[in-house]
């Protein structure tokens, strides 16, 4: 197997795969010779070799570890279990795909009974020794022997409330003796043994105990969101202790290069005086702000600046960097890509392209196309009068409003009931994850920037607020007190993640102003990709909109929900319940001015881009009462006194129509370019509507580019019936106005047969647009709303799908299908347009696959227009 132990003066970037991103960054740090304790990896080799052999680790990787381990000894000076001057390791994980926060960590290992009397007369400071002791005990009992945490947390509060104190610095060594007796007598409770005692034993087991975090349920959760494969596995880095809690002079902190929130060019963090790493990302302790270190330790601060300054060159990226002072020294921890805000990845991206850091190309890459939609989310407006209940700190942008929960499994649910949250903590774990995703926003009364609210809540564009002290959360209870003000579950509350303001009620959002960096980002994304980028508008307003973000036409305009208007239902019943052609035709002249006007306003929009219009698309019935409710109701009709008779033989009638009407599997039924053939006057209408608007805007010296679209083609004959009615209208149309419409004709392929025969269907084709959301539909054989609901879930979690197919393009069945169709489509017309205009088109995985396949454009929703030009971009640099 590959070598499964490397100390960090053998690692470095290049081994990455092996030691992950925390286990190479220490190599390479040790090797430029920056104050990085001693340690060695445990590789992600070990770590996969441990799961395919049943999780134990060998003899032979125990020898390893143990050699090892007797470097690092002769290293530092130090033994391991040495009563006299015992060597105290750090044990933690290290992906190689970032993961913070997710996977466990162990300190202070190699403490025990004897140890901690060692190194009570090696520092002489006893409450020092036994502070590090009580923390190792409480961590190893809860990682390791799985011991919930809250039972060690309940005696350290039980300690001090009998003690009349605050906060655990003022903790004697005296009380913290105590307090290591009660944790040891908790062990006993809950294993029946007594509390390790062998350092070497501590250290197999902590190892292990980090290996099965790789897959706990936190950590799974967040791979998925972040799409990380599960067949990576963790490495683990043993690491010398170096202390922050060893007095006024040490203190240990969490700091970014620049600001994660903004992308400004100043050091960015906290740190915390007398403590271990643990409290400063756990938000035990409000810490205080980085700049505040230059007062309190003046030469730390500069040293940790320069220090700073060189790793964000070596790396050419914006730096997260963990370091303690022990004793007037300061070591470095870690260091790695700082997560950041979309707005602040775009300012970074683009500044250090300004000083000459990165170029153009790079700067592309380093923007996640996804993160794009943070900065598309609305704002408080800042002309509403708000009820300000209190301010704390603004630890991710944006703002959101909904009704308060005080726990993630509440957050979860409402949320699978289509209610907007606000989840309220004192601080969140790790185990919040799944809350924290279905949360609209999130707020905590303890922690700071660099909290784990803060850091998870900025990575997923979410708004969050986090050391909002005077907040007085009772999650018992389910209230939230702020001053005179007391709120509980399901109240609603508004949360401002840019002022760090906390609102009663709900307030009024506006939507964002886009900064310049993004606007010089996306116009260098311009000049890279290939891919033209649409939109998918039905109204002139989603047009308007998806023209100021970048759109280059329209891409799917979708007729039948000009049909849904209030005042249009009636007129849309009466053309389907007509008895007659005659009755059909005089409903559809009513409906007649109302799509031209609809046409004319988007074409207005698109002022000469191209317009892609899909003549109807869905069944009738879906039009018309449901049925379950029209039986209800004639039912209630029957047994009320009273009720005219004239009204139920109405309602009599009017079921007996929708029956008529009704499919049994409507996907499959009479909808699209079939109901098109049964009924032409309804496609006519529509092509009427079409050339009649193009020729009101072409009067107003505006240039039109409409594309008409026949839906749902499975055989080329459709396609050329229907063609024949556009192009007879379009000369009728011509006739009267004396004005002839440039105009193209195709189809949407969205059934495997319109891709298997696209060469017979290119010739009565100007184009092809896939239609990837029903296209997925008729591969699979799924509907999408019924798989959703019972079973896509359960083939996800069980890995039986990768992915859902209805959100990333299933490239190896249905994006096959889109690649025969563009292939044989073009062998017919080499020059024949091609693109997307499912939902796919807006997704950045199915960009590639579009940009792969040749496409020439995809179609998406106005507020994907920006991530879909950014990640056209990225898939051409690839």
């Known amino acids: 197997m590959s070598q499964a132990v490397i100390p960090f003066l053998e690692g470095g970037l290049g081994r990455k795969d092996l030691m992950g991103g925390k286990g190479a960054n220490l190599g390479e740090m040790t090797k430029a010779g920056l104050p990085v304790p001693q340690g060695f990896t445990i590789t992600t080799a070990a770590c996969l070799e441990y799961y395919a052999s049943g999780q134990l680790l060998t003899e032979e990787r125990k020898r390893e570890i143990r050699q090892a381990l007797s470097a690092l000894e002769e290293q530092t000076g130090k033994k391991l279990g040495d009563p006299s001057d015992p060597l105290l390791v750090s044990v933690r994980s290290g992906a190689v795909i970032s993961m913070p926060g997710m996977m466990d960590t162990i300190l202070n290992l190699g403490l025990n009974d004897e140890t901690v009397q060692g190194l009570e007369a090696l520092t002489g400071d006893p409450r020092f020794a036994r502070d590090c002791y009580r923390r190792f005990i409480q961590m190893f009992s809860d990682v390791v022997l799985g011991i919930p945490l809250y039972r060690f947390e309940r005696v350290i509060e039980s300690k001090k409330e009998e003690l009349g104190i605050q906060s655990d610095i003022e903790v004697s060594a005296e009380d913290w003796g105590s307090v290591i007796e009660s944790f040891k007598q908790i062990v006993r409770e809950e294993t029946g043994e007594p509390f390790p005692q062998d350092p070497m034993n501590q250290l197999y087991q902590s190892i292990l105990a980090v290996f099965d975090s790789w897959n706990n349920q936190r950590a799974r959760i967040y791979r998925k969101i972040h799409q990380i494969p599960d067949d990576l596995g963790t490495a683990v880095n043993v690491q010398r202790m170096v202390f922050g809690n060893m007095g006024n002079d040490s203190g240990t902190g969490v700091a970014f290069t620049r600001n994660p929130s903004t992308g400004e060019k100043h050091l960015y963090g906290e740190f915390l005086i007398n403590a271990q790493g643990e409290d400063v990302v756990a938000g035990i302790r409000t810490p205080e702000p980085i700049a505040a270190l230059s007062q309190r330790l003046p030469r730390i601060y500069e040293e940790f600046r320069r220090i700073s300054t060189q790793l964000e060159v070596h790396y050419r990226d914006m730096q997260d960097i963990e370091f303690t002072v022990e004793r007037g020294k300061l070591y470095i921890l870690q260091t790695r890509s700082g997560k950041r805000t979309a707005r602040a990845a775009v300012k970074i991206a683009t500044d250090m392209v300004e000083e000459g850091v990165i170029d153009q190309k790079t700067a592309l890459k380093r923007v996640d196309p996804e993160q794009l939609d943070q900065l598309l989310h609305r704002r408080v407006d800042p002309d509403a009068s708000l009820d300000v209940l209190v301010k704390g700190l603004p630890a991710s942008p944006g703002a959101a409003s909904g009704q308060i929960v005080f726990d993630a499994d509440t957050a979860e649910w ?7 949250v606000i989840l309220v903590r ?10 924290m995703v279905s949360a609209r926003g999130i707020l905590t009364s303890r922690g700071g920037m660099t909290s784990h609210a803060a850091v998870v809540a900025r990575g997923m564009g979410k708004p969050c607020i986090c050391g909002c002290e005077t907040a007085q959360i009772d999650s018992k209870k389910k209230e939230l007190r702020i001053g005179s003000a007391l709120l509980r579950e399901g109240d609603v509350l508004s949360i401002d993640g840019g002022t760090g303001e906390v609102i009663r009620g709900e307030v009024p959002l506006i939507d964002p102003e886009l900064s310049e960096e993004f606007q010089r980002l996306l116009r260098w994304a311009d000049e890279v990709r290939r891919l033209g980028i649409r939109t998918n508008a039905d109204t002139p307003e989603d047009a308007i909109q998806a023209r100021e973000f970048g759109a280059e036409g329209v891409g799917l305009c979708r007729t039948e929900h000009m049909f849904m208007a209030t ?16 009755e059909r035709q005089r409903a559809l002249a009513k409906l007649l001015p109302m799509q031209t006007a609809d046409f004319a306003g988007i074409f207005r929009a698109m002022e000469g881009l191209p317009v892609t219009i899909r003549l109807l698309d869905p069944p009738l019935h879906e039009f018309l009462p449901n049925l379950e409710d029209l039986l209800s109701e004639r039912v209630r009709l029957q047994v009320t006194e009273g009720v005219d008779q004239k009204l139920i033989q109405e309602k009599e009638e009017l079921l007996r129509k929708v029956r008529k009407l009704h499919e049994s599997n409507p996907m499959l039924g009479h909808r699209g370019c079939r109901l098109g053939l049964i009924h032409p006057e309804i496609y006519a209408m529509q092509v009427e509507a079409i050339f009649q608007a193009a020729t ?9 580019q409409p594309e008409i679209m026949i839906p749902l083609v499975g055989h080329v004959n459709e396609l050329k019936e229907m063609r024949k009615l556009v192009e007879e209208t379009e000369i009728q149309v011509a006739q009267r106005s004396g004005k002839s419409i440039p105009y193209t004709v195709g189809t949407m392929i969205e059934v495997p047969r319109a891709a298997l025969t696209a060469a017979e269907i290119a010739e009565e084709a100007d184009f092809f647009s896939f239609g ?28 039986i799908l990768p992915e859902n197919p209805f959100i990333r393009l299933d490239s190896d069945g249905v994006g096959r299908l889109v690649s025969i169709g563009v292939q044989e489509g073009r062998k017919t017309k ?15 995985h199915s960009i590639h696959f579009c940009h792969r396949v040749g496409l020439d454009y995809v179609s998406c929703s106005p507020f994907r227009v920006p991530l879909a030009r950014l990640a056209a971009a990225q898939a051409a640099l690839s």
């Open 830 to 844: 080499p020059h024949l347009k091609t693109g997307i205009c499912g939902e796919h088109g807006g997704e950045k």
């Open 567 to 582: 005042d249009r239902v009636p007129l849309v019943r009466e053309m389907i319940l007509a008895e007659t052609t005659e």
């Open 426 to 435: 004192m601080e969140t774990t790790p185990e919040d994850i799944h809350g």
């Open 772 to 799: 990837t959301n029903d296209l997925t539909q008729t591969t699979f054989g799924y509907s999408r709303d019924d798989a959703e609901g019972k079973f896509l879930h359960h083939y996800i979690e069980g890995k």
């Open 414 to 420: 409402q949320a699978q009931k289509g209610k907007e």
């Open 696 to 704: 009101e805007v072409i009067g107003e010296g505006i240039a039109v």
